[in-house]
Every structure is written in structure tokens, then in C-alpha cells.
């Protein structure tokens, strides 16, 4: 049975978007709920798919468009391609997904010498015909046969100039008659063949051209940039539409109108139209259009008309229309309508008010915003007013937008920040001990690194604009420069990051601050009342969960105890700890840190209180606390030469008879404190080789490190359970979660459990109470989701890192993966999303299932999250509601989008495939 590839507008299915394209279903629909819609028909997306893959158009399907022609003849009483009243067509393109100006469009089909002397006689308007004439051999040359615009252009601005005129509304029948024979001429020369005369021809190679358009690079990468799948839209269908004019007069017009203001949400008339004028004239910018208000006092009776459609359109589609519409001789026609596209802002206003308005339920209000749209609202943004070009372009690894001097490390970094100066922390990559660069900074660039570096997740914590991976800069740290094209930027040098595009300016460009509105307030809030996981966030300060409990996050899924350590009162602690080499000297280092860590903890659950806080462990390998081996060489080499001079100068006071007093600077810096200094670093040059692994993040880390020295992990629980107790002590209602990273086993988690245990006994005695925490595991190795029936039978947690689970699942190492060839893995379709973005749901995602499954088969009440990159990431969480997770956590900025995220899991569980295998 043959496929039907042609529907009229009378009789297509509306809903079908896939088949119909959503132009052309909406058309149907407009059309069949009597909206006075030009009549015309549709050829689908299949056909569109059969053409490219057969490269011809499907058997039959000109002989069913010359049907459809028929009754458009019969219904119109217009000839097509011949007779004093021709029919004239327009012939547009229109996928499932709405992709503005990617594909093609023609206008005015049916032109011919006969059908052009017709309409002369019939309209009596010879400017209009040449008009229209001229306008269909440009768009079909360049649509059907491939001739550039410039070619035309020259002889239609060469006659402009000649008659005097700078628009085209000032050209006479006569200068148009003379362009469209310049037109016809410009054909016959690029193509080598005459204007085809055959309408029914001329409609084929549009159809063909519009079919081919879907694969046109323009198309294509509107796609990717958009991440359009074929599961989405694939081919586009051809909407042919019999042509109203409004270019015919007076009483004619043209325009496009939202049905609400799309930058602000206000529930207004809102577009722009043209006397006198074809839709292309709107949109193009050749004529300055008229705000549509004015359309009351120019054509009061047409006004009224487009009120009503606006309301029409949408309370039927209970949703902000984007329409197109004509006037012909007074009469109002919708040529097309589509879900308005608008900002962040807009959305949710329109969401509230719609509901408010009863227009529609509280559901769709949450489902018709893409969480990812509300990442807008919270981050500084550069003026859309600024034109600067930028000078590099890196990853944009976290959003939002700010300036300040170029500094090349942490420590000035921090310097600068302290009294006042805005920075901008530039490195060729980050380690953990350049937190404190972080915290002073405005926004951090990096030359190496991916979305998920180290830079990338902490800045993102943070809240602050990342650029990663900008590898057109070369950062020269001893030069306290970095080289950027034909650029040098000097330490002090101001620049803008853009962490949305990844984009990198020279100088200050001005930002427009977050708006966290009363409108986004309410539909959050309605967003947790429906949905069922929990959004927590991972951070790792007190400052941190402030902000992150201001996004409304529900909890901390993630403090990582590593991050306190990396804060300059107590990296020096670290590294006298790491140096000790005795247990009876690291115990004595642990025991200056205990208290730093208690009265962090005891703030942190403080802010958070009475929601759950889960601090991790100590994670890193050790050497990510000391400086690396070339950095200490560098260092041992300066301090050699300084000890040199201070010598040289003891040495020449010596000799003086009357050496001078010299400032006491001079007296502090003796060759003892070298020397020590110089003792010290090379102590820690001795420690970074012998902790030099072939692969770290697979080395001496995580609980193998806490229980190879297991004094650090008792320093650590000590100070939650003390930090637990004195909360309580202070009437604060806390829920301290201690959870062990890298776990493989149930015997490491049986040895740490030991710990927490005789610590727990042991305090209870003095608080006379029992202290409430939980114990649990976060799932990251693959061993560990095998093994999660005999891990559950020791915890009451389990929490599954992903961003490891993913290194472990793929092979992939990060960073190098990004950076190299994972770009090239999505372009080609080899993977389809980056794997440490969005949650691989084949690979990673059943390996979370399975161990959802066996650990609650072990313990029905284990609480499972998950607290990876991925758990801000909108299509990751609804996988994570499907297999039946309780929470996610996320960076504090990621809270919100994951807030709406969660909740439209929960109305869309019902269209989740199952993924058990």
C-alpha cells in the first residue's frame, strides 16, 4: 500500500507534527477550527526522507500534488499557470521543530508571461504584478537553482540609483518591469537556461529545493547547536498555500504578532506591520514596520480582527503564539502560527499568569519551560547592547559574565582581592591549592581543562563565570603573561569572560545582574510541591551553602572536606601533615586542623539546619595538596641563588668598616630562614616523588588513603560528630550524613565503620545523648555497583559519583577526553551527548539501576542520590526519578533549573521507557 504524502489543509492532522511538520500541522489545525487561513495543502516529512534518500521525488507524488492544485482551482476560482485570474502559490518549508529562517522559502509561484499579463489585466496594477515578479525570479533563482543573491543585487541597486531612490517603494512599475527582465537575464547566465515557463515545473523544483534545504549546512548546524535529534524532527515537509497580497494597496498589509510580549510576558498586543508590503519586507529590515498598536487608528475594523485571532489562537493552543497574518483588500488572513519563542523571564511570568488566568493548569505552567532556559536568570550577563569582538573562545564552562585585571596565580589572586581589585585568575589549568584564587576572583580562564575540569565544577560551586580549554592562549606564568593571537596580556590587563559562550574580551563590558523574581519564587515553589526527588547541592564552605540555601537547595548532597583543607590558614597544616613522617607527627598536624574543620562543619550545618549535610571523606590523592615536582625545582633554584646573595651581603658588611644600618627587612630574611625554607621545600620535593603515581586518580586515594593512614579519617569523623553535638548543644536540629569515597569493598567500609564507631561511643559518654547521623558509600567504581547488595548490608546511603563512575565506565581520562577526541565522537555521532554532562543512560545508567536494585533488595529503606555533574542536568534527573532515586545535588546555581527539572520528571514519568535490561 502506498504511502498517502499529500494532505490538504481541510483534512491533516493537527496533532501529527512529525508527519506534517509544525507549520504545516498548525496550518490544518487553524484551518479546521475556522481560522481564515489560505487554502493549500501539505506534503509530509516522509516524502522529504524517501527524496534524500532516493535522490528523486517519490513515485506518484507530482500527480497527487496536481490534485491538490485542482481543488485549490476549484475552491479559489484561480487558474494555475494560465487564464485571466492565475493562482499563485507560496512554498515554505516546516519541521517538528520550529527552526527560524534555516530552510527556504518561495513566494509568488506561478508567474509566467501568460499568468503575468493575466494578473496586469485582472488587478490593473502593472507595479504590483513586477512587484511580485521580480521578488519570485530572485527567491526561486536563488532557492530552486542555486544562484547567489549578489548577482541580482547589483541590477536591482544599480536601477535604485539610477532613479534616485533609496527604497523600494519608490521604484515605478516601469524600474520594476526593468528588473525582473535584468532577473530573467541573470538566470539565463548563471543557470544556462531559460526561466522555466512550466509552473507545474517550477513547483517541483521548489518542492525538491525545499526538500533539499533540510540537509543545507545552515539546517544541519542549527541542529547540532540545538541538539535536534531525528527523534525530535527529521525532514522537513513543504507547505503550499495559495498567495494573499499584502502589497496590493492601502487596504492591504502584512505583519507578525505575539500574542504576548516575548521580553517581558506581558499580556499585550505586541508585533510590527506594513502597509503595503510582503512578509519578507517585516522581516528584512527594508522598511522601518509599525508597532501593531497603530493598526487601530490605520485600519480600526482589521485591528479588532487580529485581537480576536490573537485570543483564538491562544486559547486554543494554551500557549504564547507566534503568528504571521495578511490583510488583502481589507480581509485578514493567519498565514501561520507557532509557539513564541522568548526569554527566561517571559516564560515564567507567562506561566504564572496563564494559570492565574485559567488559560492553563498548574502542570503546564511547570511543563512548557525547559529548565535549562531558568540558568538566564541567575547568572550576570553581558549587555546585549555592547558590540566588542571578542579575542579567544574557550569551553563555556560556567555561566555568567564579569571583568577584572588579569593575574596569573592564586596568591596574588587573593592579594588583590582582599583589597578590593575585581580578578580574573588566568592559568594554563587549576589545582585544588589555587581555592583561594577562586574565592578572590571574578571569574577564572584556563588554556587546558574541559566543562568538568577542576576549574570548570569548583567555579561552577561557586557560582562564578569559567572559561575552560581556551587554547588559542598561551599562559606563561613566569612571564606573568599570556599570548592571545596578536594580543599580549600583561598582568593588570583587564578582561571580560563570558562563561555562557565561552567568549574572552579585552577591557570591561558591562553585565546585567541576576533577577531572582516573585514569579519564579511561586513556580518554584509549586515545582516542589510536585515533584518526588529531593534537590540538594554540592558545596563545600559555609559561604557556599548560604548561596546554595538561597536557590532553595534542600540539603548538601556533597561537602567535600578537601576544599576546607585547601584555604591558606590551613594548606601549610596540610603540608606540615603529608611531610610528617612519623604517626606521632601527622597526629599532631591532624590536631591543629581538628578544630578548623569542627567550627566549618558546625557552620555549614548551621546554614542547612534542619536539612541533611553529607560530607565526603577525604578524597584526592596527597600529592594534590603540594606543589608539583617542576614548581619545587623552580622554587629550590630561587631559594639557592637568594641564600647566595644573603650570604654575599653578610659577606660585604663584613668588610666595611662602618657597615650601615640596614632596614629591618634585611635583618628578618637571615640565611637561617633560607635555610629552613630551603630545608622545607626540598622535604616536600622529596614527598611529591615518593608519591608520584603512573595514574593518581586510579592510585592512593579515597578510602584506601583512610585506611593507609587512619588517623586523617578519625580527625575528620571527630569533627562532625563534635560539630553534631555542640549544634545540639546550641538548640540547632542538625542531619550530618559521613560518607566514604572510592569504596570497592564491604571490608573498607567495615574498617572505617570501626572508626566512626568507638568515636561515636566514646562522645555519647560526654554528651550523655545519643548523636543521630547517617553512615554511607559513594558508588563510583564499577566493582561498587556490583557489589551493592553486600555495600548496603553496612550503610544507610549510598550516593552515586558520577563524574568517576563515567571515567571508570568509558575509559575516558576527563580532561583529555574533552580536549581531544570526545568533540569529534558527537560531531561524527559516534556518542550523541557528552558523557560527562548528560548521564550516559545506556552504559552508566545501568550500572545505577542495577545497584539501585540489589541495594534496596538488601536494605528496602537505603536513600540513594546522586551527587556528579550530571545531577544538574534536566534529562539526567528525570533517568534518576525513573530508576527511583530520592535526591540529586548539583552546583548551587544548578539548584533552580534542577528544582523545575524534578518536578517535570514526576508529570512526565509516564513517557519514561523502562531501562532494565
Avoid at 503575468?116 to 525570479?137: N, S
Avoid at 608520584?692 to 562532625?720: F, K, T, W
Amino acid at each position: 500500500m502506498n504511502k498517502q504524502h499529500v494532505y490538504s489543509f481541510s483534512d491533516g492532522d493537527g496533532h501529527d507534527k512529525k508527519l506534517l511538520g509544525g507549520k504545516g500541522a498548525n496550518l490544518c489545525e487553524m484551518t479546521q477550527i475556522g481560522i481564515n487561513v489560505p487554502p493549500g495543502f501539505v506534503i509530509t516529512t516522509e516524502a522529504c526522507l524517501d527524496y534524500l534518500k532516493e535522490n528523486k521525488l517519490p513515485k506518484d507524488l507530482m500527480a497527487s500534488v496536481r490534485q491538490e492544485i485542482s481543488k485549490l482551482e476549484s475552491v479559489t476560482g484561480k487558474t494555475f499557470g494560465k487564464g485571466e485570474d492565475p493562482l499563485l502559490v507560496s512554498v515554505r518549508s516546516g519541521s517538528a521543530m520550529s527552526m527560524p529562517g534555516m530552510m527556504d522559502t518561495i513566494l509568488n509561484l506561478g508567474l509566467n508571461d501568460e499568468t503575468l499579463a493575466g494578473l496586469i489585466r485582472q488587478t490593473g496594477d502593472e507595479r504590483f504584478v513586477y512587484d511580485a515578479y521580480r521578488r519570485f525570479i530572485q527567491l526561486f533563482g536563488k532557492v530552486a537553482l542555486g544562484i547567489e543573491d549578489e548577482h541580482f543585487d547589483e541590477y536591482f541597486e544599480e536601477v535604485k540609483q539610477r532613479a534616485g531612490v533609496k527604497a523600494d517603494v519608490g521604484l515605478d512599475a516601469t524600474h520594476l518591469k526593468e528588473i525582473s527582465e535584468m532577473f530573467l537575464t541573470v538566470v539565463r547566465r548563471e543557470s544556462g537556461q531559460d526561466f522555466p515557463q512550466d509552473v507545474m515545473m517550477q513547483l517541483q523544483l521548489a518542492v525538491e529545493a525545499v526538500f533539499r534545504s533540510w540537509m543545507g549546512k545552515r539546517a544541519v548546524d542549527y541542529r547540532r547547536e540545538f541538539h535536534i535529534t531525528p527523534d525530535m524532527a527529521n525532514g522537513t515537509a513543504v507547505n503550499i498555500c495559495t498567495m494573499v497580497f499584502g502589497n496590493m494597496g492601502d487596504d492591504c498589509a502584512t505583519g507578525v504578532g505575539f500574542t504576548r510580549n516575548p521580553g517581558t510576558g506581558e499580556n499585550e498586543m505586541f508585533g510590527e506591520y506594513l502597509t503595503n508590503a510582503q512578509g519578507e519586507d517585516v522581516v528584512a529590515g527594508i522598511r522601518t514596520p509599525k508597532p501593531l498598536q497603530e493598526m487601530e487608528t490605520e485600519m480600526p475594523k482589521q485591528y479588532s480582527q487580529l485581537i480576536e485571532l490573537r485570543n483564538t489562537l491562544e486559547s486554543h493552543y494554551q500557549e504564547v503564539q507566534d503568528y504571521e497574518f495578511t490583510i488583502e483588500k481589507g480581509t485578514l488572513y493567519c498565514l501561520q502560527t507557532r509557539n513564541g519563542k522568548m526569554n527566561a523571564a517571559a516564560m515564567v511570568k507567562t506561566s504564572v499568569d496563564m494559570f492565574e488566568e485559567k488559560l492553563i493548569t498548574r502542570e503546564q505552567a511547570l511543563l512548557r519551560i525547559d529548565p535549562e532556559l531558568l540558568e538566564q536568570l541567575l547568572h550576570p550577563s553581558l549587555d546585549p547592547e555592547s558590540d566588542a569582538k571578542p579575542i579567544a573562545t574557550g569551553l563555556p564552562a560556567s555561566p555568567g559574565a564579569a571583568s577584572g585585571k588579569c593575574v596569573f596565580d592564586a596568591d596574588l589572586a587573593e592579594k588583590l582581592g582582599k583589597i578590593g581589585d575585581q580578578v580574573i585568575l588566568v592559568r594554563e589549568e587549576t589545582r585544588p591549592e589555587d581555592i583561594h584564587g577562586f574565592f578572590a576572583a571574578e571569574g577564572i580562564l584556563t588554556s587546558r581543562g574541559g566543562k568538568t575540569s577542576h576549574a570548570a565544577v569548583v567555579a561552577r560551586g561557586m557560582g562564578k563565570p569559567c572559561v575552560a580549554g581556551a587554547e588559542g592562549i598561551v599562559v606563561d606564568v613566569a612571564l606573568r603573561q599570556a599570548h592571545v593571537g596578536e594580543h599580549i596580556l600583561h598582568e593588570g590587563d583587564v578582561i571580560t569572560l563570558d562563561g555562557a559562550t565561552g567568549m574572552v574580551y579585552l577591557g570591561a563590558i558591562p553585565t546585567v545582574p541576576p533577577h531572582f523574581s516573585d514569579n519564579l519564587e511561586l513556580l518554584l515553589s509549586w515545582a516542589d510541591e510536585t515533584a518526588r526527588l529531593k534537590v540538594m547541592a554540592n558545596a563545600d564552605t559555609p559561604d557556599a551553602a548560604k548561596k546554595a540555601r538561597e536557590y532553595g537547595a534542600m540539603g548538601i548532597g556533597l561537602c567535600r572536606t578537601e576544599r576546607m583543607f585547601n584555604a591558606s590558614d590551613r594548606l601549610p597544616i596540610v603540608i606540615d601533615m603529608i611531610l610528617a613522617n612519623t604517626e606521632e607527627d601527622r597526629k599532631a598536624a591532624l590536631d591543629r586542623l581538628m578544630p578548623i574543620q569542627r567550627a566549618d562543619f558546625v557552620e555549614v550545618f548551621s546554614v542547612m539546619s534542619p536539612d541533611p549535610v553529607t560530607v565526603r571523606l577525604l578524597d584526592p590523592p596527597m600529592h594534590e595538596f603540594l606543589p608539583t615536582e617542576q614548581q619545587l625545582l623552580e622554587q629550590i633554584e630561587t631559594l639557592q641563588l637568594y641564600r647566595n646573595v644573603v650570604r654575599g651581603r653578610q659577606t660585604a658588611l663584613a668588610t666595611m668598616p662602618n657597615p650601615p644600618d640596614l632596614p629591618e627587612a634585611f635583618n628578618e630574611l637571615s640565611e637561617e630562614l633560607v635555610n629552613d625554607a630551603l630545608t622545607k621545600k626540598e622535604r616536600m620535593l622529596k614527598k611529591v616523588r615518593e608519591l608520584q603515581e603512573v595514574n593518581p586518580m586510579l592510585g592512593h586515594r579515597g578510602v584506601r588513603l583512610g585506611i593507609a593512614y587512619p588517623e586523617i579519617y578519625s580527625m575528620q569523623i571527630r569533627a562532625i560528630l563534635e560539630a553534631t553535638v555542640e549544634c545540639a548543644n546550641n538548640g540547632i536540629s542538625v542531619r550530618p550524613e559521613i560518607m566514604v569515597p572510592q569504596v570497592i569493598t564491604a571490608q573498607e567500609l567495615s574498617k572505617v565503620r570501626l572508626t566512626v564507631d568507638a568515636l561515636t561511643e566514646q562522645l555519647e559518654k560526654g554528651f550523655g545523648k545519643q548523636i543521630r547521623f547517617k553512615f554511607g558509600t559513594m558508588i563510583e567504581t564499577v566493582r561498587a555497583c556490583t557489589r551493592a547488595s553486600q555495600l548496603a548490608a553496612h550503610v544507610e546511603f549510598f550516593s552515586f559519583g558520577t563524574n568517576d563512575l563515567t571515567q571508570a565506565v568509558f575509559s575516558f581520562s576527563r580532561e583529555d577526553a574533552e580536549n581531544k577526541f570526545l568533540p569529534m565522537y558527537n560531531e561524527s555521532g559516534i556518542l550523541q551527548d557528552n558523557p560527562f554532562e548528560v548521564l550516559d543512560e545506556q552504559g552508566v545508567g545501568q550500572l545505577i539501576d542495577m545497584a539501585v536494585y540489589r541495594g534496596r533488595q538488601q536494605r528496602e529503606d537505603l536513600k540513594i542520590g546522586i551527587c556528579g555533574e550530571q545531577g544538574g542536568h534536566p534529562e539526567s534527573i528525570r533517568f534518576c526519578h525513573h530508576v527511583g532515586l530520592d535526591y540529586v545535588s548539583c552546583s548551587g546555581p544548578r539548584v533552580p533549573i534542577a528544582r523545575l527539572a524534578a518536578a517535570n520528571a514526576k508529570l512526565r514519568e509516564k513517557e519514561f521507557a523502562d531501562v532494565r535490561v
